[in-house]
């Protein structure tokens, strides 16, 4: 990671320039919310893969790369003020969530404002191809959120199903970067069909990852607290497989848990003892590591350079974390 | 009105067909909460304004303009959903509001699905001039949003903070609307102009008389409940003017009262004495008088032409439903 931290430096810089710059409002709330969320350790990984992107494919740095990253940004951190607010989490990036200090309704506009200054930034770009791209990515995105809302308690969910959700909400952000980032430079083609395969993929991974660590992970490196996806009732791999591979007892638990409406304060140790059992947490890392598998593949369409290895770094970087 | 709607009724039935067409999705929840909140006897004012803004400028129907008026609707559908979290209110357009069926998150999510759709139905029209400008009115409305919420209790709201966010929670869409439909037939120039006073003025006035009917309707002409305002503790002109005109206990009252959790059951009938000894329903309403002849003034630079005449009328309709 810290190899393309440095490679993209000056563009990245650029970004965070943005990043205040067009955060920045009359009205305090905007400033202080965005910067407390834009400010809290993020990782800033789908901005340098759009910047990446854009170098993979042979380009540099531009003034529509940059406020493309810088939208992406946005993007993601509006659905942040929003899932926080639909999943009811109390932390975020292991500090308080926002709608904690600021409230629900302040989280909800905030990430209107932040999602519309998005698209006044991607207007910016002055290509309606990448316009097409990200706002068709965004409705995909919300589409994904409603439907992992419409699974809560679906302890039956399809794994395909799971998948989807996946796909949607977490992967098309990552594919629509990458792709972005080299429309900037060549048009549609191999290179940038590789990128939007290795962003896709890498998304994939990503958010397997995350599932993953919700039950096997601490605190301080996932930065929000352990059994957060289990307690809202949100279905995902460890658990569809726990389930998938438990016997009646273990099938009956899984279905009564998973209705918060009927979870007990008890329920969460019993949880992990079975996802222990089944070993399906390492079984979702396993199917992360298969993503980033992928993810790397599909780079191979591009000419060499250090932009593409630095690509590949950070596919391992998102499995690694877990570690 | 209706002569408006006979003028554009072919523009319109295409308008109709893309706002079921592009709330569809698998996520049955899209389609259905969609499906209630655009079917609910909306009066469609907007997309109204947008697709007569371009016959006014000497254009007729087209696709980009139906893109355009069936983006103009779903911003504002997607803003509906999002207020009524934020606000708390139960009813709408005269039915139980979408988040009392579908819940707080559902209404959230969905938005932001409406939102985005808005998005890419304004890249269908090509036009980076035309992006330009919704994609500011929406972070516009946003900001308006988050400065109404920060201004909520406030008794000492200024008139002019007040007017600041009627200014862009609800005129900036209304002269978006007229000033990109009449960008999908003109340049930049005194007609663009002209429209775009003409929906910023006729959006002041319309918000006026919002804020007037929550102290002097009744439920069955505004389709939300008389005094919600009041309950939320949202600072609107009756009020304010109320409370300069009133003597110390007057305003030693509304002090108290607009903060809700000083707020009594027996408060919503004081208030309404108050507004009824200063008079300043009627007040509110004839600063939406005002607009509205600011509103017909703009037009003037317009050639003569029936949808000018019936954007005139238009006018004339905001402030009638008052009475």
Same mark, same amino acid.
């Given at each position: 990671?810290?190899?393309?931290?440095?490679?993209?430096?000056?563009?990245? %810089? +650029?970004?965070?320039?943005?990043? $205040?710059?067009?955060?920045?409002?009359?009205?305090?709330?905007?400033?202080?919310?965005?910067? /407390?969320?834009?400010?809290?350790?993020?990782?800033?990984? !789908? &901005?340098?893969?759009?910047?990446?992107?854009? /170098?993979?494919?042979?380009?540099?740095?531009?003034?529509?790369?940059?406020?493309?990253?810088?939208?992406?940004?946005?993007?993601?951190?509006?659905?942040?003020?929003?899932?926080?607010?639909?999943?009811?989490?109390?932390?975020?990036?292991?500090?308080?969530?926002?709608?904690?200090?600021?409230?629900?309704? +302040?989280?909800?506009?905030?990430?209107?404002?932040?999602?519309?200054?998005?698209?006044?930034?991607?207007?910016?770009?002055?290509?309606?191809?990448?316009?097409?791209?990200?706002?068709? %990515?965004?409705?995909?995105?919300?589409?994904? @959120?409603?439907?992992?809302?419409?699974?809560?308690?679906?302890?039956?969910?399809?794994?395909?199903? /799971?998948?989807?959700? #996946?796909?949607? $909400?977490?992967?098309?952000?990552?594919?629509?970067?990458?792709?972005?980032?080299?429309?900037?430079?060549?048009?549609?083609?191999?290179? *940038? =069909?590789?990128?939007?395969?290795?962003?896709?993929?890498?998304?994939?991974?990503?958010?397997?990852?995350?599932?993953?660590?919700?039950? =096997?992970?601490?605190? *301080?490196?996932?930065?929000?607290? #352990?059994?957060?996806?289990?307690?809202?009732?949100?279905?995902?791999?460890?658990?569809?497989?726990?389930?998938?591979?438990? =016997?009646?007892?273990?099938?009956?638990?899984?279905?009564?848990?998973?209705?918060? *409406?009927?979870?007990? @304060?008890?329920?969460?140790?019993?949880?992990?003892? /079975?996802?222990?059992?089944?070993?399906?947490?390492?079984?979702?890392?396993? %199917?992360?590591?298969?993503?980033?598998? *992928?993810?790397?593949?599909?780079?191979?369409?591009? &000419? &060499?350079?250090?932009?593409?290895?630095?690509?590949? =770094?950070?596919?391992?970087?998102?499995?690694? !974390? %877990?570690?």
């Amino acid at each position: 990671m810290d190899t393309l931290i440095e490679l993209v430096s000056k563009d990245m %810089a +650029a970004v965070e320039v943005l990043l $205040k710059e067009r955060s920045t409002s009359a009205v305090a709330t905007i400033p202080d919310m965005s910067g /407390y969320l834009i400010s809290a350790g993020g990782k800033r990984l !789908r &901005p340098l893969i759009t910047l990446a992107a854009a /170098y993979a494919a042979g380009g540099e740095g531009s003034n529509p790369l940059h406020c493309l990253a810088t939208a992406v940004e946005f993007i993601h951190t509006a659905t942040l003020l929003h899932d926080d607010v639909v999943d009811e989490s109390d932390l975020r990036r292991g500090k308080k969530a926002a709608k904690m200090v600021w409230g629900n309704s +302040a989280s909800i506009l905030v990430g209107d404002f932040l999602f519309a200054r998005a698209f006044t930034l991607m207007v910016e770009t002055r290509s309606i191809r990448i316009l097409d791209i990200l706002s068709n %990515a965004s409705c995909v995105i919300a589409e994904g @959120e409603v439907k992992q809302l419409a699974a809560i308690g679906r302890a039956d969910l399809p794994i395909s199903e /799971y998948m989807e959700i #996946v796909e949607a $909400k977490t992967a098309a952000l990552f594919e629509a970067a990458a792709r972005a980032g080299a429309l900037t430079v060549v048009t549609e083609g191999a290179e *940038s =069909d590789g990128l939007a395969e290795y962003g896709r993929r890498l998304g994939r991974a990503f958010q397997l990852v995350d599932d993953a660590l919700d039950y =096997d992970g601490t605190t *301080s490196v996932i930065g929000k607290s #352990v059994g957060d996806d289990f307690r809202e009732g949100k279905l995902t791999l460890p658990v569809l497989l726990a389930r998938q591979n438990g =016997d009646a007892t273990e099938r009956a638990f899984w279905d009564r848990a998973m209705d918060v *409406s009927k979870q007990t @304060e008890a329920d969460l140790d019993i949880a992990i003892d /079975y996802i222990r059992k089944a070993d399906s947490v390492n079984a979702t890392l396993n %199917a992360a590591r298969d993503e980033i598998a *992928s993810a790397k593949a599909a780079l191979s369409v591009l &000419p &060499p350079s250090p932009y593409v290895d630095a690509l590949s =770094d950070i596919a391992d970087f998102v499995v690694d !974390r %877990a570690f």
